[in-house]
């Protein structure tokens, strides 16, 4: 009996220690914005899926623990500036809490779960210049 209770000590322990993935969104809203040129469709896309937007407009998109890309289309434009088609993503604060509470676990749990990371440039301009004929 003692070593179930053991048991579930361990197991609680093992969950609770994985704090961005309890305390933290795994979701936020990204704004896009295509300069003057409005109506372009943009894909945002991570690991976690693929989310489309109109320009100018939001879209909520699941946080991952890798790059944010961004393209967006509109027929008769193309891309400004090329190299603003991706956003870095960071370790939130609580994920950093885990170094000390949760050990690999509970940074594997973040890491894979995407609550430990969010991007911090939530406004994305990517702008669009009339293709040369």
């Known amino acids: 009996m003692i070593q179930f209770y053991k048991l579930i000590i361990l197991l609680v322990f093992t969950v609770l220690t994985s704090c961005a993935s309890i305390t933290e969104s795994k979701n936020q809203s990204m704004s896009v914005n295509t300069g003057e040129v409005t109506g372009a469709q943009c894909t945002l896309s991570n690991s976690k899926g693929q989310y489309f937007v109109t320009s100018p407009g939001s879209v909520m998109v699941r946080n991952a623990c890798d790059p944010l ?42 890491r894979s779960t995407g609550a430990g990371c969010s991007y911090p440039q939530q406004n994305l301009f990517y702008p669009l210049k009339k293709a040369s004929e």
């Open 69 to 110: 890309t961004i393209t967006c289309t509109k027929k008769g434009y193309v891309p400004a500036n090329p190299s603003a088609g991706t956003v870095q993503d960071k370790a939130k604060g609580m994920a950093w809490g885990n170094v000390i509470f949760g050990g690999i676990i509970g940074i594997a749990v973040d």
